[in-house]
């Protein structure tokens, strides 16, 4: 990905979101949240535990990231700090993707770091880079696996940091959701359906089938465990 094409969706972000909450119902009666990535163009039905009754707002960042740095300290993204002051929150969905660019580039720039590289691209991936470096510490990534399968993992990775840093970040009474959107058949032979990964930071699929409900249709899987 260039850096003119980071830099574009950057720009948009905020438009985008600003958009997205224009089209809250005031009549719901319970709130969710929705993030996902900027850089992504599926399309999505409502996703475990929201329904058609919600009301459900949007939230774009560059892979679906749920934090920002300030000075120099890892902190709740600003678009979902308003958004938690703005709403009585009752669940928080983490949509990832598996041909996510954005996360291929953090890693890229991991492996080969890009010295001429805007300084706002910079400061929006530098969390990306830095899990990256977590995954490959934790054996969970490793260069010489096949490319699709690095990226598959890398994005479920994120998906569940993010997960797990937003219920540290928020009211214990917000249930966190990760899936991701298998654009590629990763986790089955059938591509483009939603996979839960983590629930609340548990990421074990036996653990989280216990808490859904019994008619669930929800498909709970996980690449790293």
């Not at 409502?46 to 949007?58: F, H, K, R, Y």
């Not at 678009?79 to 890693?107: F, M, N, P, S, W």
């Not at 399968?149 to 997960?163: D, I, K, M, P, S």
């Amino acid at each position: 990905m260039s850096g003119d094409d980071l830099e574009s969706a950057i720009e948009s972000v905020q438009e985008w979101t600003g958009s997205r909450r224009n089209r809250e119902d005031g009549s719901a009666t319970q709130t969710a949240l929705v993030v996902s990535c900027s850089m992504s163009d599926c399309s999505w039905e409502p996703l475990w535990p929201v329904d058609a009754t919600w009301n459900v707002i949007g939230v774009q960042t560059l892979g679906n990231q749920t934090w920002d740095q300030y000075e120099g300290q890892v902190v709740l993204d600003s678009d979902i700090e308003l958004l938690k002051t703005q709403h009585d929150i009752t669940a928080v969905l983490i949509v990832g993707h598996t041909r996510c660019q954005v996360l291929e580039d953090a890693y890229d720039r991991w492996i080969a770091p890009d010295s001429e590289s805007p300084a706002g691209i910079e400061a929006r991936l530098k969390p990306l880079r830095s899990l990256v470096g977590d995954a490959l510490e934790e054996g969970l990534l490793a260069d010489s696996m096949p490319p699709q399968t690095r990226q598959n993992r890398l994005v479920e990775y994120n998906v569940c940091r993010q997960v797990v840093f937003l219920k540290q970040a928020l009211p214990s009474s917000v249930t966190v959701a990760g899936y991701v959107h298998d654009q590629d058949g990763a986790y089955n032979t059938f591509p483009d359906k939603q996979y839960l990964v983590a629930l609340d930071g548990e990421t074990e699929p036996t653990t989280i089938r216990a808490r859904l409900p019994d008619d669930s249709s929800v498909q709970v899987t996980n690449l790293l465990t």
